[in-house]
Nanobody
Framework: QVQLVESGGGLVQPGGSLRLSCAAS????????MGWYRQAPGKQRELVAT???????NYANSVKGRFTISRDNTKNTGYLQMNSLNAEDTAVYYC???????????????WGQGTQVTVSS
């Protein structure tokens, strides 16, 4: 069993910055990949960014150049640095992790409960 807890969301003015954190805990041997997704009211959930254990990254076109995903393997924690925020970034942001619980065990996906990011003046 693995739990993901997001933090760092809140209200920010246009052009501002926020740093989201995703702390994983529980039965963790390794985290292969972590990712961030977001969903605004009335819109479908979309991929924001992903990062693998090998530090390969992938970003949605809408956030390239503004957001940076990273991870601290010693803390089992992922981060999303968000700069130059605008109103279109307003959404609930969800953390996702692909986790191996034991050596040679299978990989499973886990999701956090989400954290609200609101960009408004």
């Amino acid at each position: 069993q693995v739990q993901l807890v997001e933090s760092g969301g809140g209200l920010v003015q246009p052009g501002g910055s926020l740093r989201l954190s995703c702390a994983a805990s529980g039965s963790i041997f390794s985290i292969y990949a972590m990712g961030w997704y977001r969903q605004a009211p009335g819109k479908q959930r979309e991929l924001v960014a992903t990062i693998t254990n090998g530090r390969n990254t992938n970003y949605a076109n809408s956030v390239k150049g503004r957001f940076t995903i990273s991870r601290d393997n010693t803390k089992n924690t992922g981060y999303l640095q968000m700069n130059s925020l605008n109103a279109e970034d307003t959404a609930v942001y969800y953390c996702n992790a692909v986790v191996r619980a034991t050596l040679n065990g299978k990989f499973n996906d886990y999701w956090g409960q989400g954290t609200q990011v609101t960009v408004s003046s």
